[in-house]
């Protein structure tokens, strides 16, 4: 599946769209992620409208992040193994009726285990469209200088449906009724999951794969990196999870529910822009530095977040902490292509995907716990905290970060260096 790609010394993005057959994947998957950013925030609103309770609310979108958090790499690892259309279907099915049912039971009144126990597969079977995206480009672009803009435009491309989302989801549910964020997500994920997996010219080859690659096929996560990865990610999911929740519980407090969509849409705006500087930038420093840097000024953009009472310095400091997490987020992903073999890459995104919404999880169910007990400015702790522990655990292991001196594998099993900056 690979292809050659030119390139000079500053890829850009009109170049990596000139990549062969990249939109036949890049609009169906733009289409198939969508719901991704609804899911939370449409049981955050539902289950609260039904039950009153943000504690309640944010516990069962916590149970569903935990679930998508563990079954996630799994489905990963069975699409670098069998392809990603052969785990996509099937889950895409799973996932519109388990997301059906859930909101049935909520409308119904059902008992809160009930709920618990619906949104198991509600999460479980989260379309990991991301991940396959970033996969798919891996494929495409081995060892070019363009995997670097590919993960910054599929940060950018990830944080626009965190801007579209939250706002429809929010939109849809206080303008139409409470369930309609939820029912929105599960139509458009049939119908782009499905459209995403008809498209197999560009799934990353199966099948075919040398010995070299089967005596590495190991679980992405036996690799020292991706599990420092995986926590700095845990920070980023509370990040995303208490904003979600203190957005919310702060919104209803003020009296204008209806500011919710705006103000979480200024967050992930901040991290869309800085997605794509990030990605227009020719840098001279490496992933690990950049990484380290741009989670040290989250941490400190976090910690002002429960300093804000008004709508407006509230979505000032939403914007600037949207714009450190684009940095973030994109040097991870670039380390995943140095760090990762081929036969394991798409589980390598799939656990840091997974580690985003099990702290988005965490963070939800306690920030809807102190919402509820001392008001929406305590929820805003939980971004704090969280990117604080993640960054302790960053430094400390940073090191791990650097590729190995065997080097990664190509996707046809060519063993290679690729050049990469260590720091």
Known sequence: MASTVASDTRPGYGQLLRTPGAWTFLLP?????????????????????????????????????????????????????????????????????????LTALALSGAPLWVLFAA???????????????????????????????????????????????????????????????????????????LLFAAQRSTQPAIGHQTAEIRAERTSAL??????????????????????????????????????????????????????????AIAWKTGPRRRLVIGYTALTVAASLLWTAHSVALLGALGLVVGLFIAPALISGYTLVESLVPASARTEAFTWLTGAVALGQAAAVTVAGRLADGYGASAGFVVPLVGTALALATLLALRTRLTPTAGGRVAARGIGHRVPVTVD
């Open 29 to 101: 998957g733009f289409a198939a992620r969508q719901p991704f950013a609804m899911l939370t925030i449409g049981i955050v609103l539902l289950i609260q409208h039904t039950t009153g309770s943000y504690g309640s609310a944010g516990a069962v979108a916590a149970v569903t992040g935990v679930s998508m958090a563990l079954f996630a790499p799994q489905s990963g690892k069975l699409a670098d193994r069998f392809g990603q259309r052969a785990v996509l279907v099937p889950g895409v099915l799973v996932h519109t009726v388990s997301v059906a049912s």
């Open 119 to 193: 949104a198991v597969p509600t999460g479980a079977s989260v379309p990991q469209i991301g991940p396959m995206v970033r996969a798919r480009w891996a494929a495409k672009l081995q060892g070019s200088p363009l995997m670097q803009t590919a993960a910054a435009f599929e940060s950018v491309t990830d944080e626009f449906t965190f801007v579209v989302g939250p706002v429809l989801a929010t939109a849809l549910c206080t303008g139409v009724h409470p369930a309609a964020g939820l029912i929105a997500e599960a139509a458009l994920t049939l119908a782009g999951g």
């Open 222 to 279: 036996s690799i020292p990196g991706v599990r420092v990865l995986a926590v700095a990610f845990l920070g980023i999911g509370a990040v995303f999870g208490g904003m979600q929740v203190s957005l919310t519980a702060f919104t209803e407090e003020i009296g204008q529910p209806g500011m919710n969509g705006l103000l979480y849409g200024l967050f992930a705006a901040g991290n869309m822009l800085a997605g794509v500087a990030v990605g």
